[in-house]
């Protein structure tokens, strides 16, 4: 983004936790690339089917982000960590209403190679499928509850494609920090994910 759209963009947000919701409707249209890009991040991760595709998810996430009673985003990154989330649970959402369909609400086993390849980002991302992120995100969840900080880690990083300084700018930490967190949340996830994997068998 330019610095003037960027200068744009922090007194868009700055209107909104003034209280002017017509702020969101001016401020869609200026970050709709950076939106774009990530729900484009997150459709590479995800083995959905073609009727939410990257603009439909852009645009759920969008009435999501609308609806919010008072939303506090302090700063442009800050607001696009936001957005990921979202665009996660609406592609978790969507997924486990696709599976319930497809299988009774079963889910297939996930091999932990799937979810681990997912989290690291490694291998062909069709691989990981909606059943490994609906895994990951339920293991995230307990990790939210155990490290809420670790738990943003991993949803900057991998839900928001995030490198490790924009997400210590999201999270008002240092980079190191980050790097820490992100290996002990990997760590955490795949003990948790291994116990899980290991119970169900």
Not at 15 to 24: E, H, I
Not at 115 to 143: Q, V
Request: glycine fraction near 8%.
């Amino acid at each position: 983004m330019t610095d003037d759209r960027d200068q744009s963009v922090g007194h868009l947000l700055q209107a909104l936790q003034a209280g002017d919701r017509r702020a969101f409707d001016r401020l869609f249209p200026l970050v709709y690339d950076e939106l774009r890009h990530l729900a484009e991040h997150q459709r590479r991760r995800w083995e959905g089917d073609d009727s939410l595709n990257t603009t439909a998810l852009v645009h759920e996430a969008y009435l999501r982000l609308a609806g919010q009673s008072a939303p506090a985003w302090e700063s442009q990154p800050h607001f696009l960590a936001v957005a990921a989330r979202a665009m996660r649970h609406i592609l978790v959402d969507y997924a486990k209403r696709r599976q319930a369909a497809k299988r009774g609400g079963g889910l297939r086993r996930v091999p932990l190679a799937e979810i681990e390849a997912a989290l690291r980002g490694n291998g062909d991302p069709s691989e990981a499928g909606a059943d490994a992120l609906m895994a990951l995100d339920d293991a995230l969840r307990r990790l939210e509850a155990h490290d809420p900080r670790q738990s943003q880690i991993v949803e900057c990083r991998f839900f928001g494609g995030m490198p490790i300084s924009e997400t210590a700018v999201v999270l008002g930490v240092s980079p190191a920090t980050v790097k820490r967190g992100w290996a002990m949340a990997q760590a955490w996830l795949h003990r948790e994910l291994s116990h899980s994997l290991e119970g169900s068998a």
